[in-house]
């Protein structure tokens, strides 16, 4: 549950239902968060009901290329859908290893939301 301030005293906003939903954390405050998610909604979340996995979301527009190695010049593995969420394993160099379902591949982190441009991730 979203709510307005770090407490459970403040309203709720928002009841999130989509597993694996990216969100960048803004703010820590003792045990809670004040997150952003894909559509600009920010508040406050308690941090156990956040997980560490890493997720990205990817990027309205045109399907994106997932490829088979992080380049360009690779093959292309298949296409993912805007707003499709998958489990980010790695990234290096502008290119993240994601994993959609039981597919998997490369993407360019200008294609996703939850991963900053630059981010590194082992």
């Given amino acids: 549950m979203m709510r307005t ?21 803004l703010r820590r405050y003792q045990s809670w968060r004040l997150i952003r998610d894909p559509g ?14 890493r997720t990205a979301m990817v990027r309205p527009g045109e399907p994106r290329q997932i490829h088979s190695d992080p380049s360009s010049r690779s093959g292309v593995r298949y296409l993912a859908e805007p707003g499709v969420v998958g489990r980010i394993e790695h990234c290096r160099g502008g290119w993240c290893h994601i994993a959609i379902g039981d597919r998997e591949g490369f993407i360019e982190t200008a294609d996703i939301w939850g991963v900053g441009a630059n981010e590194v991730l082992d």
Avoid: F, I
């Avoid at 600009?40 to 996995?53: E, I, K, N, V």
């Fill in 5 to 25: 301030g770090p407490a459970r005293t403040y309203p709720g906003t928002w009841l999130y239902q989509r597993r694996d939903l990216p969100v960048l954390v």
């Fill in 40 to 53: 600009g909604t920010q508040g406050w979340m308690l941090s156990a009901l956040l997980s560490d996995r």
